[in-house]
């Protein structure tokens, strides 16, 4: 009897002791922090790599739906050691987009030396600063505001035209059209024009050879996501990750920038967008003193943000209306209604076609182009109920929250009717305090080309839905399979039509 009492005492003490060692390790290891709150909650990681195979699945925005949806729209979680945060719904994103948009509004992407996409000398990667704005501003006056959009209006109708061209010849030699390829060329094409004045050669391989440079880069977004986040874990260890394939690409647009900005310092002009920012680098009284490479920089960028996610969407938008005849033929019935057979589509003819920019704005919620927005948290701070620390990642899942199923009803479907229904949505998210449609992101990192890009996607989907039907080859069926090309959402099977001239405005 005394022994087993012994044996009772001596467990009773091994528990209490192990209690008390939990707690100082939980104290030691999980401290609160100085404000009293948690971190975000942290789903169960792999030992080592953390949540690194949700980043490495083929789909991650999915992969980041599915985990959220099962432990909350705020997380905490890591690659090895490094930690970043996920946010995945409507009013979380309000929060972190509205409340703290000042503390998010840099991405905290570090410098790749030699390497022309990535670093504070970028403009998508600039931190919030003086340079940053002085870009921004000059942008806004000469490519992106309203102004300038009305002065550029004459490029982008010569160029629908000629893309009209392309696809009637097209439709009249039989030949496949590959959707998302002929949309690539047009809007390589327009924003080509608009920054250096012309379109590159098709001639001398100038055009394809950007058109690929563009599809590389892309093609490496998930790479330079990744040296970027882990880059100080990896220099410690000697390793520059995807370094060499990352500065190929760079070198390629290098001698094609250097042969361009010759051209236009021998010219001295002052119309198209690099012509503008020589002028600025010259300027001694400008508020910023912008360097050559600057303008390498930011020229590439634009190149890249602005021909692929309206080229990616386009395809989308044609895909969901071809697999759906009657969300077509009410399309146009009202382009037949408003601009007729007699004419293209032109950009004045926008704001009269309701219809048209509902379907343009469902493809957005339903195929973002940039399905996961990039942030940093600049400083510490408190949301909901959460403590996050300063300096740490942020990715806004932009996919998951435009098919959130408490904010959207039937989240997978695609019915254009739910945009015209509710006309005033921007009013209402703003009294409910949520942010569910994000597909340009939004506040002070919020896409600078979203009018360009809705005035691309309308009139250019305007024009085919009026001009052509359309026939889908081999099995006959729409697949909507999606893949991501770094990180940006692409049809894993490229929409491949053939299509029948229904009239015929230009008289080709
Ligand atoms: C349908 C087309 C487009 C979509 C869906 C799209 C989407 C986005 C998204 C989600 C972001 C990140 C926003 C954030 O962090 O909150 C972004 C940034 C950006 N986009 Fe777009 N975009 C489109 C078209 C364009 C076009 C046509 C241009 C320029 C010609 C452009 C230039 C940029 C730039 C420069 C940034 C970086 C802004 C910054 O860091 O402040 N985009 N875009």
């Known amino acids: 009897m005394a022994a087993m009492i012994t044996i009772d005492f001596l467990n009773c003490f091994i528990l209490i002791f192990l209690c008390f060692f939990s707690l100082f390790c939980y104290s030691l290891f999980f401290k609160k922090p100085k404000d009293g709150f948690d971190l975000p909650p942290s789903p169960p990681s792999l030992p080592i790599i953390g949540h690194?195979?949700?980043?490495?699945?083929?789909?991650?925005?999915?992969?980041f739906q599915k985990i959220s949806s099962r432990y909350g729209p705020l997380l905490h979680l890591r690659i090895f050691k490094v930690p970043f945060v996920l946010a995945s719904s409507a009013s979380v994103a309000y929060e972190l987009l509205r409340t703290h948009d000042v503390n998010v509004s840099?991405?905290?992407?570090?410098?790749?030396?030699?390497?022309?996409?990535?670093?504070?000398?970028?403009?998508?990667?600039?931190?919030?600063?003086?340079?940053?704005?002085?870009?921004?501003?000059?942008?806004?006056?000469n490519l992106f505001g309203t102004q300038a959009l009305e002065r550029s209006r004459g490029i982008r109708a010569d160029e629908l035209e000629r893309f009209y061209a392309r696809l009637m010849d097209k439709a009249r030699h039989k030949e496949n059209v590959e959707i998302g390829?002929?949309?690539?060329?047009?809007?390589?094409?327009i924003i080509s024009k608009l920054?250096?004045?012309?379109?590159?050669s098709e001639k001398n391989g100038e055009a394809e050879k950007v058109r690929e440079s563009v599809t590389k880069t892309i093609?490496?977004?998930?790479?330079?996501?990744?040296?970027?986040?882990?880059?100080?874990?990896?220099?410690?260890?000697?390793?520059?990750?995807?370094?060499k394939e990352i500065r190929d690409v760079s070198n390629g647009f290098d001698e094609l920038l250097e042969r361009l900005l010759r051209d236009h310092e021998e010219k001295r002009q002052d119309t198209y967008i690099m012509d503008i920012l020589l002028a600025a680098s010259r300027d001694e009284n400008a508020d910023y003193k912008i360097t050559r490479n600057h303008i390498k920089l930011l020229i590439v960028e634009l190149f890249l943000a602005g021909s692929d996610s309206a080229a990616k969407l386009m395809q989308w938008a044609m895909a969901e209306i071809i697999k759906k005849p009657i969300i077509f033929e009410r399309l146009r019935q009202e382009m037949d209604s408003v601009v007729g057979k007699t004419r293209l589509i032109q950009e004045t003819d926008l704001p009269r076609l309701p219809y048209l920019q509902a379907v343009v704005k469902e493809t957005l919620r339903l195929h973002p182009p940039v399905p996961l927005?990039?942030?940093?948290?600049?400083?510490?701070?408190?949301?909901?109920?959460?403590?996050?620390?300063?300096?740490?990642?942020?990715i806004l899942n932009v996919y998951a929250v435009m098919r959130d199923p408490n904010f959207w009803q039937d989240?997978?479907?695609?019915?254009?009717?739910?945009?015209?229904?509710?006309?005033?949505s921007e009013q209402e998210e703003e009294r409910e305090k949520v942010l569910k449609f994000l597909p340009f992101g939004s506040g002070r990192?919020?896409?600078?080309?979203?009018?360009?890009?809705?005035?691309?996607?309308?009139?250019?989907?305007g024009m085919m839905a009026q001009c052509f039907d359309w026939r889908i080859n081999g099995d006959k069926t729409v697949n909507m399979e999606e893949t991501l090309e770094g990180l940006s959402l692409t049809m894993a099977h490229p929409l491949i039509c053939t299509l029948l001239p229904r009239t015929d405005p230009l008289s080709i």
């Not at 390829?181 to 094409?189: D, G, P, Q, S």
């Not at 920054?195 to 590159?200: D, F, V």
């Not at 940093?376 to 408190?382: L, V």
């Open 195 to 200: 920054l250096i004045g012309r379109s590159c």
């Open 181 to 189: 390829k002929e949309a690539m060329v047009l809007t390589n094409n």
């Open 52 to 63: 690194l195979h949700l980043l490495l699945s083929v789909l991650p925005h999915k992969a």
């Open 219 to 243: 093609g490496l977004t998930k790479k330079l996501f990744f040296s970027n986040m882990l880059g100080k874990l990896l220099k410690k260890l000697g390793i520059s990750l995807f370094a």
């Open 373 to 394: 927005a990039l942030r940093m948290f600049e400083e510490e701070c408190k949301v909901g109920s959460f403590h996050i620390p300063e300096k740490i990642t942020l």
């Open 411 to 424: 989240p997978d479907e695609f019915k254009p009717e739910r945009f015209i229904a509710s006309s005033s």
């Open 106 to 141: 840099s991405r905290g992407f570090n410098t790749l030396e030699n390497c022309l996409f990535i670093g504070h000398e970028t403009f998508v990667g600039a931190d919030f600063g003086d340079y940053y704005k002085f870009m921004k501003k000059v942008l806004v006056m």
């Open 445 to 461: 990192r919020g896409c600078p080309g979203e009018n360009l890009g809705y005035i691309f996607v309308e009139t250019e989907v």
